[in-house]
């Protein structure tokens, strides 16, 4: 058997005023999700505990099969891994956006955006900058990058401790209460403000500001942590897999967990990806191994810019470039099972991400159907069926023999 996992970050939301008090996976035209939802089951799942924060991490973490309790140590320690980067055991690592602050706010979480070949020119201005100070900043994709901290006259529990707040959570807000707290906030804070000046003088910028694009204006310390302990799906499941995301947390996630990494030309994370290219890699490497994990972005980057018809258009894309193909391909060889969801609610009310249950839809061989059949958060809520450990969801997949929804939650 093949199994498929297709993640639409954030792509679950509220009920929403403007589309009469429908959600947006409720409002937008998804025939290939309804069809999984018809196929098999759809119900609810909380890819979040309840008491940890709604983040990509945490939710990709559950995706794949991991408890965060007992796997999350920050977001940056599993991007490391995406980079090659080895943490070494007096080492943390943070998160490093480069971010636009304007007018005392986080005008935008990715500076507009900002290419990968711009920021590879920024941050080794930065590192030269920081050069007396225990950090070596590393480039990764558009406004996502690195800063390896060594614990040198900082304690390794200070550095873990300090407490950093995700900059996508405070969009369009005044970010100065946000700014890190705790016995290594000060030496973060200084270090954020002297990237301030390095930025602003830097022929980046400034070619930036003369485009009329966002500059970057400061880097934005964050999701700090040490090298976590992860098994992998060949020590668990027997099997080999792969992953594909223009996302390095999630590729991150998948090296930790032994998984190959698919390198698709074209990936953007946004609304203008190469839909088509990650997924035929993805079911070209179903070929050789008997998992893939297919991850996009632009439901979420969408939902914190508060666009609700970029958000439509998100998920349609998503439904229909991504879930599609894949729904053909399975229909098709008829041995793969399919699942469809999101990691966290993104919502476009608030701009940002929130825990709480969201739906899943899922189909294949042993997969005994329900009566759902279309696929949004209040198909999933008719079910009566909301899976608590989130984590489970993908291992019940891979494990049972036979899912059904209602004994799936009485045996998990
Ligand atoms: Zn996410």
Redesign the pocket.
């Known amino acids: 058997m093949k199994f498929l996992v297709l993640l639409g970050?954030?792509m679950a939301d509220f009920a929403i005023p403007e589309l009469n008090g429908r959600t947006p996976l409720e409002a937008a035209h998804t025939p290939a999700m309804d069809e999984i939802a018809r196929r098999g089951i759809c119900a609810l799942f909380k890819p979040i505990p309840d008491d940890l924060p709604a983040?990509?991490d945490i939710?990709?973490l559950s995706l794949f099969g991991y408890n965060p309790h007992e796997t999350f140590t920050g977001r940056a320690p599993l991007e490391a891994a995406r980079q090659g980067i080895r943490l070494a055991a007096d080492e943390v690592a943070f998160r490093c956006n480069l971010v636009t602050l304007r007018d005392g706010a986080m005008h935008s979480f990715t500076s507009g955006h900002i290419s990968t070949e711009e920021a590879a020119q920024i941050i080794p201005s930065l590192n030269e900058a920081f050069a007396d100070q225990p950090i070596t900043l590393h480039t990764g994709v558009s406004y996502r990058h690195l800063g390896i901290v060594k614990a040198n006259g900082l304690s390794l529990d200070d550095l873990t401790a300090v407490r950093c707040e995700p900059p996508h959570n405070i969009t369009d807000q005044a970010y100065a209460p946000y700014l890190p707290k705790g016995k290594a906030g000060d030496f973060l804070n200084t270090l954020m403000e002297r990237s301030q000046e390095v930025i602003a003088d830097h022929p980046v910028s400034r070619a930036r500001v003369e485009r009329g694009d966002l500059p970057p204006t400061s880097v934005w310390l964050w999701g700090q942590g040490m090298s976590p302990k992860m098994w992998t799906y060949r020590d668990r499941f027997g099997i080999d897999g792969a992953v594909v995301s223009a996302v390095d947390l999630v590729n991150g996630i998948g090296i930790c967990a032994g998984l190959e990494v698919l390198n698709v030309p074209g990936m953007t994370g946004y609304l203008d990806t190469n839909y088509e290219g990650k997924v035929s890699a993805a079911l070209d490497a179903l070929d050789r191994v008997d998992f893939a994990y297919i991850h996009l972005?632009a439901p979420?980057e969408t939902s914190h810019e508060g666009k609700l018809d970029l958000k439509l258009r998100a998920i349609e894309d998503f439904d229909k470039r991504v879930v599609a193909p894949c729904l053909e391909y399975a229909i098709k060889r008829g041995d793969v099972r399919v699942v469809v969801a999101?990691?966290?609610i993104?919502a476009l009310s608030t701009k940002t991400?929130a825990g709480g249950p969201v739906p899943f839809a899922m189909f294949g061989p042993g997969v005994i159907p329900d009566a759902t059949t279309s696929y949004s958060e209040p198909d999933g809520a008719k079910t009566g069926l909301v899976f608590p450990r989130g984590y489970e969801l993908v291992p019940a997949m891979i494990e049972s023999p036979v899912v059904n929804a209602a004994e799936l939650l009485e045996n998990r």
């Open positions: 970050d954030g983040g990509s939710g990709n972005e979420d999101p990691d966290h993104t991400h």
